[in-house]
T-cell receptor, first 113, second 112 residues
Framework: TQLLEQSPQFLSIQEGENLTVYCNSS?????LQWYRQEPGEGPVLLVT?????EVKKLKRLTFQFGDARKDSSLHITAAQPGDTGLYLC?????????????FGTGTKLQVIP | NAGVTQTPKFQVLKTGQSMTLQCAQD?????MYWYRQDPGMGLRLIYY???????DKGEVPNGYNVSRLNKREFSLRLESAAPSQTSVYFC???????????FGEGSRLTVL
């Protein structure tokens, strides 16, 4: 069974602070996605990383895929209240001809104004 | 654009009752999925349909059935609801990169 462990599970910070969320696994993934989910809504895709060591930036959010494609991090610079939400990582891999997507348990972020 | 639409958004059932969750997507995607989300357990795949006319079991299929009615619609049926099926259910679709899913807003189901 593939597991994606996210840390921390909960994070409460003041507006303007920086933070990093981690997503770790013992399995290799062909790609990794980050989603953000707000209360009462479905997850929304933020980014896909495919190549080991790849770094992608989305405004104040920086995503990195580990060299071995087993882990990833999400760094937020100068967090804003609008960043509040549940952040989910998801890894895609081949499983018997099917592209399996495994989700992490999530990091709940609260940014206090 | 509507994207992925799920109905109903909320439902309360008694143990043993049956119901169907409906999902429709207007993005012409081939693949559709049903997930459940429970606190501390993330999103777990119930069933998926790689293309119209095919369905396959995911991680937690017991107690559920699905129908891919056409390319747009994928329904999830609970034949005899149990309290353990209390959860938030999400339908998703994709047609591009394997991990890039488009989700509906969710259906919150409580089984008493």
């Amino acid at each position: 069974t593939q597991l994606l462990e996210q840390s921390p599970q909960f994070l409460s910070i003041q507006e303007g602070e920086n933070l990093t969320v981690y997503c770790n696994s013992s399995s290799v993934f062909s790609s990794l996605q980050w989603y953000r989910q707000e209360p009462g809504e479905g997850p929304v895709l933020l980014v896909t990383v495919v190549t080991g060591g790849e770094v992608k930036k989305l405004k104040r959010l920086t995503f990195q895929f580990g060299d071995a494609r087993k882990d990833s991090s999400l760094h937020i610079t100068a967090a804003q209240p609008g960043d509040t939400g549940l952040y989910l990582c998801a890894g895609a891999s081949n499983s018997g001809g099917y592209q399996k997507v495994t989700f992490g348990t999530g990091t709940k972020l609260q940014v206090i104004p | 654009n509507a994207g992925v639409t799920q109905t109903p958004k909320f439902q309360v059932l008694k143990t043993g009752q049956s119901m169907t969750l409906q999902c429709a997507q207007d993005m012409n995607h081939n693949s559709m999925y049903w997930y459940r989300q429970d606190p501390g357990m993330g999103l777990r795949l119930i069933y998926y349909s790689a293309s119209e006319g095919t369905t396959d079991k995911g991680e937690v299929p017991n107690g559920y059935n699905v129908s891919r009615l056409n390319k747009r619609e994928f329904s999830l049926r609970l034949e005899s609801a149990a309290p353990s099926q209390t959860s938030v259910y999400f339908c998703a679709s994709r047609d591009g990169h394997p991990g890039e899913l488009f989700f509906g807003e969710g259906s919150r189901l409580t089984v008493l």
